[in-house]
């Protein structure tokens, strides 16, 4: 009888130990076990520091997109500028359209940079989430207008981002912050002066 070659020779399995093949375990990593897959908080990983001038520049195009909105009363105008709020607070500013048109294209015109801590951005952008959200339900319940009510409040808010690197939003978080509504480790530089400016 001839002997089967190598290829086809059935594998006797190994009794010195674990064959390379065997999954490893979970690694480390700074605590925590990882996982193979996708890494969730890369997926819904927000800039920190943030350029302030992009941050800026998206406000002023949300303030053009509302105020376009409210001026012809087009009700889809709301959605999209939730949507986009929506984006830009589970994203940053990786798929939002206007944030990428600021980012890559008119902040690098500009060529101004000033680091600000991200989280009370985050912060900022779920209050216009959460804002434009609610005008575009009213709008969708027939409240029409309240639905423009709010988003003339919203776009007040925008315009003093914009127009006058005033952030609603972030003066709300550290308002949240020190009244430990906000635990420090979320943004510790917003609670230590000498960060703000690094």
Do not use: H
């Not at 990983?45 to 941050?55: D, R, T």
Request: glycine letters at 8%; aromatic letters at 8%; hydrophobic letters at 50%.
């Amino acid at each position: 009888m001839s002997k089967l070659p190598d290829a086809q020779t059935p594998a006797v399995p190994s009794k010195s130990g674990p064959s390379e093949s065997v999954p490893s375990q979970p690694v480390l990593s700074d605590g925590v076990l990882s996982q193979r897959g996708i890494d969730w908080r890369k997926v819904f990983a927000f800039p920190n520091p943030v350029n302030e001038y992009s941050a800026r520049i998206t406000a002023a195009l949300v303030v053009a997109l509302s105020a376009v909105t409210l001026l012809t009363g087009f009700g889809w105008g709301l959605a999209i500028i939730a949507a986009g709020f929506w984006l830009r607070v589970l994203f940053g500013p990786r798929i939002s359209p206007l944030a990428q048109f600021s980012v890559k294209i008119l902040t690098p015109w500009l060529g101004r940079t000033r680091l600000v801590p991200g989280p009370p951005k985050r912060f900022a952008q779920g209050m216009g989430a959460a804002m434009s959200t609610a005008a575009a339900l009213l709008l969708a319940a027939g409240l029409a207008p309240a639905a423009w009510v709010l988003l003339a409040v919203l776009i007040a808010a925008a315009s003093l981002e914009a127009f006058a690197g005033f952030c609603l939003g972030c003066t709300i978080f550290g308002f949240l912050q020190r009244r430990g509504l906000i635990p420090e480790d979320v943004c510790e530089a917003c609670n230590n002066i000498s960060l703000r400016r690094a």
